[in-house]
């Protein structure tokens, strides 16, 4: 019997550990060669990753935002041109 590897905690990530995890996962899912039980754990964990994925990246956007708004720059999107 393989002992299973102790996982971090995802909340403990960073972006990139959540994100290299994500694709650990995905790929086992895509070989298809993992049994049933395994299959739901290993796709609620990349729920998990990708909520805090994209938690991570809002949170940077916040603080971009914040940036640009100290340097007087406009917030949001840039409109297109020509219009």
Do not use: N, W
Not at 1 to 18: H, I, L, Q, W, Y
Not at 64 to 69: D, F, K, P, T
Request: net charge negative.
């Amino acid at each position: 019997m393989t002992e299973k590897p102790v996982e971090k905690p995802v909340a403990g990530m960073s972006f990139e550990e959540a994100m290299a995890a994500l694709e650990q996962v995905v790929g086992q899912l895509e070989r298809g060669d993992v049994a049933l039980e395994a299959s739901i754990a290993l796709y609620e964990r990349g729920a998990a990753l990708k909520a805090h994925c994209e938690a991570k990246l809002k949170d940077a956007e916040e603080k971009v935002e914040l940036i640009r708004a100290a340097e007087g720059r406009a917030i949001g999107t840039t409109p297109v041109e020509g219009m």
